[in-house]
């Protein structure tokens, strides 16, 4: 029954590691999200995806890249972690118009030590 | 840009009581969405409304959308705990291409 699959509820990485989240979609949805939520801070669009090996910088893009190789899979890769980068991560997917608004995956707590 | 804002942010009430949650937003758009987020958790679609006028209920949540005056309600009839989450509604602008806006939540919680 789980739509949208993300890979970990909870990771702890140490500075400076090369950190992959993954998410999965059963849906066959085109669009495809990550967002980081934060207390006092609501949700923030990292990068998002309308199609397979397209993406589009969020409002706070930078330290992040994403991939997307296959229509179901979007990757989030933060490239050498930071502190600064603890936080909730919530994947996201639409269909292309999102007439029924996003289903989100269960998040994945990230905490950078 | 697309602004949307909620208020309360922050709501505590009894049980047995009603009240109403507003979102309001900047720019034409008749798409909103309402999610409920409980503590540690994801968030999960409550309502889609997409015209203006439209309606939603389930259970004691009611949603309605005014796209001329660019607001959504969301009206809670005889609270009970398990109401209590953080409400999120969304918007998709005209030209946002499908990439929703979110307001700042708010957080609701009913006590006994």
């Known amino acids: 029954d789980v739509k949208v699959t993300q890979s970990s509820r909870y990771l702890v990485k140490r500075t400076g590691e090369k950190v992959f989240l993954e998410c999965v979609q059963d849906m066959d949805h085109e669009n495809m999200f990550w967002y980081r939520q934060d207390p006092g801070l609501g949700l923030r669009l990292i990068y998002f995806s309308y199609d397979v090996k397209m993406k589009e910088k969020g409002d706070i893009p930078e330290g992040y890249s994403v991939s997307r190789e296959k229509k179901e899979r979007f990757s989030l890769i933060l490239e050498s972690a930071s502190t600064n980068q603890t936080s909730m991560y919530l994947c996201a997917s639409s269909l292309w118009t999102a007439n029924y608004g996003y289903t989100f995956g269960s998040g994945t707590r990230l905490t950078v030590v | 840009e697309l602004k949307v804002e909620q208020n309360p942010l922050f709501l505590s009430m009894q049980e047995g009581k009603n009240y109403t949650i507003y979102c309001n937003y900047s720019?034409?758009?008749?798409?909103l969405y309402w999610y409920r987020q409980d503590p540690g958790k994801s968030l999960e679609s409550l309502f889609v409304l997409l015209s203006n006028g439209a309606v939603k209920q389930e259970g004691r949540l009611m949603a309605s959308l005014d796209t001329k005056a660019r607001l959504s309600t969301l009206h809670i009839t005889a609270a009970v705990h398990d109401l209590s989450a953080t409400y999120f509604c969304a918007v998709d602008g005209e030209t946002s291409g499908s990439r929703l806006t979110f307001g700042e939540g708010t957080q609701l919680t009913v006590n006994p």
């Open positions: 720019t034409t758009s008749d798409r």
